[in-house]
């Protein structure tokens, strides 16, 4: 596979929260607006390029019997620094995300790309596939972000664009509303992908 | 055995490098968080307390030390004056107290003549819609205009009893830094 290949690969085939269904935890919790599940795109992706490029350096230096502890303490750094800059610079961010931003140390979608990818391929390639992972799980939690912002508060990127007598559906805001729009994002994602194959398999 | 050794090695050198890594990243993001904290957690509670100045409490804020911790190190105080044609009126600072899960950090103001202005909760883990009624008007409201003496007492909620003690325990503690360094402060 090509680098681009590694990269764009992250972005729909292997999307994560919609394809492989990972990371879901705050996929689901901090999407109450657009711009709050950007904000925790973007710290995940963060973390999970430079866990890439790091553990992809140590691969050969790191005896396999401890390569998970190595992988945990590397992403722990990473999240730590993301914290401090984070509380730092974009306070209001860091409070909306709160326990969040510690927690991104057990997202599974990053010590699985360590351990799955980043350990096996050179630097170049990890940080093509983490880039690509990253910026696919935060265009999954910006667009279903949006959506739940929409829907829930009439808003979009905390502008007004309903109509003056749209009544939000407050339930989209709870984590039920959570669940049911990942959920029509997922069958909407499945309709596409048929009609791809469909259409491949015709030819 | 080599094995075992090289693990040992690899660890404490990843460990190492990390741990360094974050003292330096600490240090240089310390200064602007503390910016942060009294910008968006500290600022609101100090104007909520004082009323009437015409100065910047916060600009014109100083930090007094009021002990020492276990480990030797200074416990350090913000006080936020308040003044009008140049003179002290009246201080705000925070205390703290055990609640029903953690510290709650209160914001007292106390005027000159020993008068509890308005207290303003800065931070709490209470439950959320039964301790954390601690932090609504209708309670904090309660401590306005008490002599600011040790051993304040005030009716505490119901069903959050370690809650309001919590605070009242929180008022206490900043009304004793200001009896205790009233000179220094004012």
């Known amino acids: 596979m090509s680098i681009k290949d590694e990269f764009t690969k992250g972005l729909w085939k292997t999307i994560a929260p919609f394809r492989l269904v990972l990371g879901l935890c705050p996929t689901l919790a901090v999407t109450t607006t657009g711009l709050n599940g950007f904000g925790m795109g973007m710290a995940t992706t963060f973390v999970l390029v430079f866990s890439n490029l790091f553990v992809s350096l140590l691969r050969k230096f790191i005896p396999a019997q401890v390569r998970i502890a190595s992988f945990i303490v590397i992403i722990a750094s990473f999240v730590v620094i993301v914290e401090l800059v984070m509380q730092a610079w974009f306070y209001q961010l860091f409070k909306i995300l709160g326990i969040f931003i510690p927690l991104i140390v057990v997202n599974c979608i990053i010590l699985g790309r360590a351990e799955a990818f980043a350990s096996k391929n050179n630097p170049i390639m990890s940080l093509a596939d983490g880039l690509g992972i990253g910026l696919g799980f935060t265009i999954s939690l910006f667009v279903l972000g949006s959506i739940r912002e929409l829907l829930g508060s009439g808003t979009l990127l905390d502008i007004p664009v309903m109509w003056s007598s749209f009544e939000p559906f407050a339930f989209m805001l709870k984590p039920p509303g959570a669940f049911v729009a990942l959920g029509i994002l997922l069958a909407l994602m499945n309709l596409i992908s048929q009609r791809q194959a469909r259409k491949g398999g015709a030819r | ?186």
């Open chain 2, 1 to 186: 055995m080599r094995d075992i050794l090289k693990m040992m090695v690899v660890l404490t050198l990843i460990g190492a490098a990390s741990g360094m890594a974050l003292s330096l990243i600490h240090s240089a993001t310390k200064a602007p968080i503390e910016y942060q904290t009294i910008k968006f957690v500290k600022e609101p509670a100090v104007k909520k307390v004082l009323t009437d100045y015409d100065n910047n409490p916060i600009a014109d804020r100083k930090k007094i030390v009021v002990g020492e911790d276990e480990r030797g190190k200074p416990i350090e105080v913000i006080i936020f004056p308040a003044k009008k044609t140049g003179e002290i009126f009246a201080v705000a600072l925070e205390g703290k107290g055990k609640g029903f899960a953690g510290l709650i950090g209160v914001m007292v103001g106390v005027s000159k003549d020993g008068k509890l202005l308005d207290i303003g909760i800065t931070s709490h883990s209470e439950t959320p819609g039964v301790g954390s009624k601690v932090a609504e008007s209708s309670y904090t409201e309660r401590f306005k205009g008490l002599k600011a003496e040790a051993g304040v007492k005030v009716d505490a909620i119901s069903g959050a009893t370690y809650s309001s003690k919590g605070v009242v325990s929180a008022v206490n503690q900043a009304i004793g830094y200001v009896n205790k360094f009233g000179k220094e402060i004012f």
